[in-house]
């Protein structure tokens, strides 16, 4: 089977512009997560998705948002970008909503803003 | 904010040497979960120990859970220098909630 798969791997974007990073889980998983990890700030939360509804969301702006689509690939967008923006962007998929459910990682999107 | 705090920080050992890390965390927990990271790539899922348990194996992977002193054990026996890494413990509360909250991470180095 198949892991999570992230596009694009890489990605360089000037201050101000937006950006879209996408995320298909492992067939047959129906809940999707967004981290960012900065060596600054660790590893953090963005949000999570399960059939196609926000279930959580982080202590992030509003110019990150997300969506899920329904065949449960999701994407995430952020605005107005900023150089504290920086970042590898991991997608990690689950079967199912729940604190007791696996999450599976893909390998991220490097994210260079200058 | 992170709930997990993994000690030591950083841990070199020589191949074929037991490596030990420990984590903290703050809040009741669901389950705890231990997380492999290579050189900034994705994370890997070694080991997943629910709140009821105590000790879970995998291979050479040894986990322990406390929840009493809200912390948990990563035990790699025999390591090898494919085992050099950054490892990360994760925590998810109870309840229909899949956020995992992340410690620092330990880095360890294998040298052959």
């Known amino acids: 089977k198949a892991g999570v798969t992230q596009t694009p791997r890489y990605l360089i974007k000037t201050r101000g512009q937006q950006v879209t990073l996408s995320c298909s889980p492992i067939?047959?998983?129906?809940?999707v997560s967004w981290y960012q990890q900065t060596p600054g700030q660790g590893l953090q939360f963005l949000f999570e998705?399960?059939?196609?509804?926000?279930?959580n969301k982080g202590n992030f702006p509003g110019r990150f948002s997300g969506r899920q689509f329904s065949n449960s690939r999701s994407e995430m967008n952020v605005s107005t970008l900023e150089l504290g923006d920086s970042a590898l962007y991991l997608c990690a998929s689950s079967l199912a909503v729940g604190s007791g459910e696996t999450q599976y990682f893909g390998p991220g999107t490097r994210l260079l803003v200058l | 904010s992170q709930q997990g705090e993994e000690d030591p920080q950083a841990l070199s050992i020589q191949e074929g040497e037991n490596a030990t890390m420990n984590c903290s965390y703050k809040?009741?927990?669901?389950?705890l979960q231990w997380y492999r990271q290579n050189s900034g790539r994705g994370l890997v899922h070694l080991i997943l120990i629910r709140s009821n348990e105590r000790e879970k194996h995998s291979g050479r992977l040894r986990v322990t859970l406390d929840t009493s002193k809200k912390s948990s054990s990563l035990l790699i026996t025999a390591s090898r220098a494919a085992d050099t890494a950054s490892y990360f413990c994760?925590?998810?509360?109870?309840?229909?909630?899949?956020?995992?909250?992340f410690g620092k991470g330990i880095t360890l180095s294998v040298r052959p």
């Open positions: 994760a925590t998810s509360p109870a309840g229909a909630n899949s956020k995992l909250t």
């Open positions: 067939s047959g998983h129906r809940s």
């Open positions: 998705y399960f059939s196609e509804t926000q279930r």
């Open positions: 809040t009741s927990i669901n389950n």
